[in-house]
């Protein structure tokens, strides 16, 4: 079955469709479609996780100002990838 048929099927059950009929009716079991249900749940509990800030967050805010700098710089100079300086 699709990823996108399961979601659909999660998405049912969430809505309050009794898990045995839908089960039946899809042709899984009951464990399988708790499972599918459980798992959906939990990746949606964990995108709603941060993670807490640390010293990487400013050594890629800096990466990515210099990369800036240095495309703005070829883009002045009409500089390709290929031409040497």
């Known amino acids: 079955m699709t990823a996108r048929r399961k979601q659909e099927a999660v998405l049912r059950v969430l809505r309050g469709e ?12 009951v464990k399988e479609l708790s499972g599918w249900r459980n798992a959906f749940l939990e990746a949606g509990a964990e995108s709603l ?37």
């Open 49 to 85: 996780k941060s993670r807490p800030r640390d010293d990487r967050d400013d050594r890629i805010a800096l990466l990515q100002a210099k990369l800036g700098a240095v495309t703005m710089e070829f883009a002045r100079h009409e500089i390709g990838p290929g031409d040497r300086f």
């Open 18 to 29: 009794p898990l045995e009929t839908l089960a039946r009716e899809l042709r899984v079991t």
